[in-house]
């Protein structure tokens, strides 16, 4: 179920993406009474994000919050025999259908008289929570610190000091094999140096997994940009970064990111547009869930 991406409060059917405009917020109001409230970034900001009914159609749509009417009360019902769930509305006890049993993305999302069909089941998956919090991964990589270590030690991803590298960028970062060993002094994490490694290391911390794992996508289609969400890492002109927000318009977010700007230096919440950098767009790591913290 998607919080369509138009600014129109419409509620659709659509392919899985993972992100924010597909994911909803369940709260309990009772006993088997919820409310739905999408965590899209527009809707958010608009205030007219909970799943509601018409009064006088078979619309569903968004609309701000109002504790007296039933039209954003929920029942959820399991159906034992397959997992699916029933949300039928408390309003006029229809439930959550897609028009026409249709199977095609944007179809819209309508109420209507329960016949246990399949246009009729849904499906709740939890989202995970991260293995490392947004707070956390700033307290470790403090925004305006510099992520290196002297040449005279190890390479530490963990290593923060106050001051960029005097060495950057001056060719002495590979090793003998031609290998990104971050020995020059200039962080690497996994054979990937500075922005690089940094980004890839966030999401590491952050799911547990490295961006090469099946559990994320691999894209280099530019249009994958207008899903992006909060945990994807994101490569283009050269540089790597990590989304950590999303803003309300949805075609800007946030980032995390090191060496940009300066050297060695960690920045977190750049605001970066996809139309500024589609053009030197050069792929993206679909994280495995939405990053929420």
């Not at 138009?6 to 924010?20: E, K, M, R, S, T």
């Not at 069909?117 to 470790?140: R, V």
């Not at 530490?156 to 590298?165: A, F, G, K, L, Q």
């Not at 969400?229 to 994101?234: C, S, V």
Request: net charge negative.
């Amino acid at each position: 179920m998607d919080a369509e991406n138009a600014g129109n409060f419409n509620v659709i059917q659509y392919n899985y993406h993972g992100a924010l405009n597909q994911a909803w917020k369940i709260e309990q109001i009772s006993t088997n009474v919820y409310r739905l409230e999408s965590q899209n970034p527009y809707y958010q900001y608009q205030g007219r994000k909970y799943l509601s009914v018409s009064e006088y159609t078979d619309d569903v749509d968004l609309f701000y919050i109002n504790s007296t009417y039933t039209t954003q009360r929920w029942n959820i019902t399991l159906n034992s025999s397959d997992g699916t769930f029933t949300i039928k509305s408390l309003w006029d006890n229809k439930v959550l259908q897609v028009e026409n049993s249709s199977t095609t993305s944007t179809a819209d999302i309508i109420k209507a008289t329960s016949t246990g069909s399949n246009s009729q089941k849904w499906y709740f998956e939890k989202i995970p929570t991260p293995k490392t919090s947004k707070i956390a991964l700033e307290n470790s990589l403090p925004d305006g610190k510099f992520w290196n270590h002297s040449p005279s030690d190890s390479n530490s991803v963990t290593s923060i000091r106050s001051s960029e590298c005097t060495h950057h960028g001056t060719g002495v970062c590979k090793n003998a094999n031609g290998v990104y060993d971050g020995a020059c002094g200039c962080n690497s994490y996994s054979n990937s140096i500075q922005c690089n490694g940094f980004a890839k290391y966030i999401a590491k911390l952050t799911f547990g997994t490295d961006v090469w794992a099946s559990a994320w996508d691999y894209s280099e289609d530019e249009t994958s940009l207008y899903f992006v969400k909060p945990g994807d890492y994101i490569r283009y002109n050269g540089h790597s970064v990590f989304v950590v927000d999303i803003n309300p318009d949805v075609y800007t977010f946030l980032v995390a990111e090191c060496n940009f700007g300066q050297d060695c230096v960690i920045k977190w919440y750049r605001t970066i547009s996809i139309y500024d950098i589609m053009d030197t767009f050069t792929h993206i790591y679909k994280s495995p869930y939405v990053f929420i913290s």
